[in-house]
């Protein structure tokens, strides 16, 4: 078996990720060789979900738009290769087009969201292709309507910053996006972009019987990495009936019995395409967290793999198998908060692989003109805060008001508020005691400016978890660290929370002191919440209320 490699010119190459097998059948194999339909069990969630409206964007080597089982589906397809026209997404390799019936195809073979809308995101031809076009069509889709983004590819380049902001501009949209592991056989690391923050990676899978029972095993060829394990979905990847263009003739090719033109391949990007058709369903049953309820969608199994001698289990954690038994869809939205900002829990899911994650300063955008805050109930806050240049938002234009403020990100924004009559960042050339904050990083001096300055502490004495979201107490002890700096008196006692008692004893007084002050409240219900992650948009309000006591 050979990888099929097409993305080889240009300064950024890169592979596609299909390990091109392909096997001769008739027309009566068309049902029976879809194993994998039965194998994730997506029957029940099929039958409640209408994907009618729901987009997923295959970012690949086009798609055969004539092809039956595409009719009436395709929106928005898209060129951003030098081959042909811009609205010209023929596939010449036809890897696009066998991803995208596993995902929504209707004809001789079913997909697994059957009748979703497909958009064909073209950035790989046999002239090449690159990474600047791969974040093109990202961010394309992510404007476009698209909720799942499948990226059945893989690149020989490390990810541009131009790609990392893509795909937090993606996320920031609400996309999922999927890509597939790689083909390597590597048993201790992910191709990108599935090894990047943010992006569910897809391994693939066959299954076969192990001591009577059928169970599934890890394909050789699929690419593992162990400390990525929990955001790794097993999908089935071996033996895969699905489409294929009708303009490529082959002696491996055959009709189907409606016309269709189909061929049976394996690979992660197999596999990839399964978990964005279990993702169109649940966004199609309501799904308003796809990337937690797509995680809660798997049963956990122990490790195997097929040898000549059989199949025989791994020394490895065990696999998240793609499963729709586990159907769980998360359908109500987050009560927004009114006056005063409202801290949610993020899911767990979120939590492992956080929105963007700058290697530099964290945010570009300094004028109080981004493009998700209006309307917003902090809209009033972060405006103020940002034309004082007190926050700041990210480089694609968004102030991300949903997202989660990391530790290093609010003691930036701290800074910001003592600096609101100055300019620049604060420079430190003494290295800090913590093993997890070094010069390099860009945070290194905001951090070192809140240290010295007694407003912040490590969580440990040499760890600090710059990147770790911070809580509600952990924001109430740093802003009451910095009012003591500033000399703002404060009395403690101003009235207690529902869960007062939940509060950590280091943090009791810092919170009843700034309660008094009025810069942070309770929930709606009384409680205080101490434990729970802040949004920016509460942050941003926060030290608004900050501000008007300075």
């Not at 290093?408 to 924004?413: G, I, P, R, S, Y």
């Not at 050339?429 to 240290?451: C, E, M, P, R």
Request: charged share 15%; proline share 4%.
């Amino acid at each position: 078996m050979q990888a099929f490699s097409r993305w080889q010119k240009g300064a950024m190459a890169a592979i596609l990720s299909v390990v091109m097998v392909f096997y001769c059948f008739t027309a009566l194999a068309a049902s029976s060789n879809q194993w994998a339909l039965e194998a994730v069990n997506a029957g029940a969630l099929r039958d409640s979900s209408n994907v009618s409206n729901v987009i997923v964007a295959i970012i690949d080597t086009g798609l055969d738009i004539s092809h039956p089982a595409f009719a009436g589906i395709v929106v928005s397809p898209h060129n951003f290769t030098s081959e042909g026209g811009q609205s010209d997404v023929t596939d010449n390799i036809g890897h696009g087009t066998q991803v995208a019936g596993i995902i929504a195809a209707g004809g001789s073979v079913v997909g697994i969201a059957s009748g979703a809308k497909i958009m064909p995101l073209k950035v790989v031809s046999s002239a090449g292709s690159s990474i600047a076009n791969l974040a093109k069509a990202i961010r394309f889709a992510a404007d476009n309507g698209a909720s799942v983004i499948n990226i059945s590819l893989t690149m020989r380049n490390d990810a541009t910053d131009e790609l990392k902001s893509a795909i937090s501009y993606a996320r920031g949209r609400g996309c999922l996006l999927v890509a597939a592991a790689g083909n390597d056989g590597s048993g201790s690391s992910l191709s990108q972009p599935a090894a990047l923050d943010g992006v569910i990676a897809v391994g693939a899978v066959g299954m076969g019987i192990k001591d009577g029972r059928e169970v599934f095993y890890e394909a050789t060829f699929s690419n593992y990495d162990a400390s990525k394990n929990d955001r790794i979905v097993y999908a089935p990847g071996v033996d895969i009936l699905t489409t294929y263009p009708k303009n490529l003739k082959s002696a491996r090719s055959q009709v189907g019995a409606n016309g269709d033109s189909l061929v049976v391949a394996e690979g992660t990007s197999m596999a990839a395409a399964h978990v964005s058709g279990v993702a169109a369903l649940l966004k199609g049953a309501g799904s308003m967290d796809l990337y937690k309820d797509l995680l809660a969608n798997t049963v956990k199994q122990d490790a195997y793999i097929k040898i000549s001698g059989g199949i025989v289990a791994m020394s490895r954690p065990q696999m998240n198998i793609l499963n729709c038994k586990a159907i769980s869809v998360q359908k109500s939205p987050v009560a927004a908060p009114t006056a005063v900002p409202v801290i949610t829990a993020l899911p767990t899911a979120v939590q492992i692989s956080p929105s963007p994650k700058p290697t530099e300063a964290p945010y570009l955008m300094t004028a109080p003109d981004f493009y998700d805050v209006n309307g917003h109930w902090a809209a009033a806050a972060i405006n103020s805060l940002a034309s004082k240049k007190i926050v700041n938002g990210f480089d694609y234009g968004a102030f991300e008001p949903e997202f989660g403020v990391t530790r290093a990100e609010f003691v930036k924004m701290i800074y910001g508020l003592y600096n609101r009559n100055g300019s620049g960042a604060p420079t430190y050339s003494a290295a800090l005691k913590f093993n997890d904050v070094t010069k390099a990083h860009w945070h290194h001096d905001y951090i070192a400016w809140g240290v010295t300055r007694g407003i912040v502490k490590g969580i440990y004495e040499d760890v600090f978890e710059p990147d770790t979201k911070i809580t509600r107490e952990q924001m109430a002890i740093i802003i009451y660290n910095f009012a003591n700096m500033s000399g703002i008196k404060m009395t403690a006692g101003g009235g207690g929370f529902s869960d007062s008692d939940a509060v950590s004893p280091w943090a009791a007084g810092a919170v009843s002191s700034i309660k008094s002050l009025g810069v942070i409240n309770g929930l709606p219900d009384g409680s205080f919440a101490p434990q729970l992650q802040a949004t920016r948009a509460e942050a941003a309000t926060i030290i608004s209320n900050f501000l008007g006591k300075l």
